[in-house]
T-cell receptor
Framework: GAVVSQHPSWVICKSGTSVKIECRSL??????MFWYRQFPKQSLMLMAT?????????EQGVEKDKFLINHASLTLSTLTVTSAHPEDSSFYIC??????????????FGPGTRLTVL | GQNIDQPTEMTATEGAIVQINCTYQ??????LFWYQQHAGEAPTFLSY????GLEEKGRFSSFLSRSKGYSYLLLKELQMKDSASYLC???????????FGKGTRLHILP
């Protein structure tokens, strides 16, 4: 159990366009979802924390108007990269939080979405 | 804030043992995670420590000392497939966020 999916798995777009990435918890309802970004050979950087029905909380330095997050239900969060530019090319990974058997909130990661902006 | 340090790269030989260290500083510690990440893939969970001591899981073990802000991941009987990045991550109890270190790229030589 505890499977998280992301769609699309990869996307190539032209500079200036917007791209939407979906993150779904397939077999559980996630209290919280997180969005990370990872540049080549670097670690995961937390972008924002997303709670269902409320506004996302963005990390310092992340532009909320550029990275729009919508958390419409307990199983779906979307990240829209607006007016994408080549520097936005990265690996975007979501995770969903669930109270696990270990007695704490476990985070389950999606497979990631590789965005390439031309 | 949080600060997590781990070596950038390590090299070990197939069949050997390697220890990857992680030190952290945080004001709201609520658990330390180790993840494995192969190139181009999402991280996969390896271990979780919230109390001091050693947690063993097959070939992998993880140790935590909260007073020292220190953890290590021990990998035994190394296999070529263990070549990956190993990420140390710390959770903050105040907001449940998991913050990752920069990761240690482990190279396994035959």
């Amino acid at each position: 159990g505890a499977v998280v999916s992301q769609h699309p798995s990869w996307v190539i777009c032209k500079s200036g366009t917007s791209v939407k990435i979906e993150c779904r918890s397939l077999d559980f309802q996630a209290t919280t979802m997180f969005w990370y970004r990872q540049f080549p050979k670097q670690s995961l950087m937390l972008m924002a924390t997303s709670n269902e029905g409320s506004k996302a909380t963005y990390e310092q330095g992340v532009e909320k108007d550029k990275f729009l997050i919508n958390h419409a239900s307990l199983t779906l969060s979307t990240l829209t990269v607006t007016s994408a530019h080549p520097e936005d090319s990265s690996f975007y990974i979501c995770s969903a939080s669930l109270l696990g058997a270990l007695g704490h909130n476990e985070q389950f990661f999606g497979p990631g979405t590789r965005l390439t902006v031309l | 804030g949080q600060n997590i340090d781990q070596p950038t790269e390590m090299t070990a030989t197939e069949g050997a043992i390697v220890q990857i260290n992680c030190t952290y500083q945080t004001s709201g510690f609520n658990g330390l995670f180790w993840y494995q990440q192969h190139a181009g893939e999402a991280p996969t969970f390896l271990s979780y420590n919230v109390l001091d001591g050693l947690e063993e899981k097959g070939r992998f073990s993880s140790f935590l000392s909260r007073s020292k802000g220190y953890s290590y991941l021990l990998l035994k009987e190394l296999q070529m497939k263990d070549s990956a990045s190993y990420l140390c991550a710390v959770r903050d109890y105040r907001d449940d966020k998991i913050i990752f270190g920069k990761g240690t790229r482990l190279h396994i030589l035959p």
